[in-house]
């Protein structure tokens, strides 16, 4: 069964850095594109940034461009999420998606049928 599990979140300070995970561990995420989605208060879910299957092509938010850093480790069933140079409005619900959609990048939020829980994160100035 694919259900992803976050991991990683917490209060760090601003310019500092997180690392949050993804891991799985009824099912391979092998075949599935990952993406990483926040939503803070009294905002919409927004997409944060994906990784492809095959080739591991990965995608960001014009937000978080080089800041932070998605990967993926199939043979562990994780996918990461690397956080530096936090901002304080970097501040939300971090979740981890799956898509069938493995070969694609995909920040549309209606086609990740596959969710976690979602991990915190706080970002104080």
């Known amino acids: 069964q694919m259900q992803p599990v976050e991991s990683g979140g917490g209060l760090v300070q601003a310019g500092g850095s997180l690392r949050l995970s993804c891991a799985n561990s009824g099912r391979t995420f092998r075949g599935y594109c990952m993406g990483w989605f926040r939503q803070a208060p009294g905002k919409e879910r927004e997409f944060v940034a994906a990784?492809?299957?095959?080739?591991?092509?990965?995608h960001y938010a014009d937000s978080v461009k080089g800041r932070f850093t998605i990967s993926r480790d199939d043979a562990k069933n994780t996918v990461y999420l690397e956080m530096n140079s936090l901002k304080p409005e970097d501040t939300a619900v971090y979740y981890c998606?799956?898509?069938?959609?493995?070969?694609?990048?995909?920040?549309?939020?209606?086609?990740?049928?596959?969710w976690g829980q979602g991990t915190q994160v706080t970002v104080s100035s």
């Open positions: 998606a799956a898509s069938t959609m493995g070969n694609t990048i995909v920040k549309q939020i209606t086609l990740y049928p596959y």
């Open positions: 990784i492809t299957w095959r080739d591991s092509i990965s």
